[in-house]
């Protein structure tokens, strides 16, 4: 069966300070993969997506950045962080083809 | 500009009762809608989806309604649990066809909570 697997689970960060958020996903192959963020008591709010391998479309502009350099991992990134980068970061996966996304458990990001 | 959002944003139920929780669309192009379950620090879980085509689908103590003519989307829970205590969230496919893939828009979301 497919996995997703996303670390770290929490994560304080000082104001400037660079970011990197993993994600991977075991069981398939070819996966679109996303990164979503979301404020709290807020919905999800699509950052990137990927449909193979170093092709990342970006959603919205933004401090941050991400990459894809293996089939099934996904990388989010910042050089510097900013006090409004805090929020709970969230991967999802679904086939090619598919709808339905799959969440990993999200990350906590607190920038202080 | 396109949107999902939610009608109420609390529902306090008592076990045993049923729950309906709403949800409103702007996009008439949308044929994908999805409800998902996201409990305190962890990511949103799968419930139930349908399509366009359709407007009603069951599952496990679970419906999901889609009106289209009103644009409206509801999640019906039978026999709520405290376990189901939880935000819920809809969300649709922001573009018809096979090209938006995942891009889900979501809705800000609604908090039920069960009281035993």
């Known amino acids: 069966s497919q996995t997703i697997h996303q670390w770290p689970a929490t994560l304080v960060q000082p104001v400037g300070s660079p970011l990197s958020l993993e994600c991977t996903v075991e069981?398939?192959?070819?996966?679109?993969l996303y990164w979503y963020r979301q404020a709290a008591g807020r919905g999800l709010q699509l950052l990137f997506y990927?449909?193979?391998?170093?092709?990342i479309s970006s959603e919205v502009p933004q401090n941050l950045s991400a990459s894809r350099p293996q089939d099934r991992q996904f990388i989010l990134s910042s050089k510097k962080l900013l006090l409004s980068d805090s929020g709970f970061y969230l991967c999802a996966w679904n086939p090619g083809q598919g709808e339905k996304l799959f969440f990993g458990s999200g990350t906590q990001l607190s920038v202080l | 500009g396109e949107s999902v959002g939610l009608h109420l944003p609390t529902l306090s139920v008592q076990e045993g009762d049923n729950s309906i929780i709403n949800c409103a669309y702007s996009?008439?192009?949308?044929?994908?809608f999805i409800w998902y379950k996201q409990e305190s620090g962890k990511g949103p879980q799968f419930i139930i989806d349908?399509?366009?085509?359709?407007d009603k689908r069951q599952g496990q103590r679970v419906t999901v309604l889609l009106n289209k003519t009103v644009k409206h989307l509801s999640l019906q829970i039978a026999a709520t649990q405290p376990g189901d205590s939880a935000v819920y969230f809809c969300a649709e496919n922001r573009g018809a066809g096979g090209t938006s893939y995942g891009k889900l828009t979501f809705g800000q979301g609604t908090i039920l909570t069960v009281h035993p």
């Open positions: 069981g398939t192959s070819n996966p679109n």
């Open positions: 996009n008439s192009a949308s044929d994908y």
């Open positions: 349908i399509r366009s085509n359709m």
């Open positions: 990927s449909v193979g391998i170093g092709q």
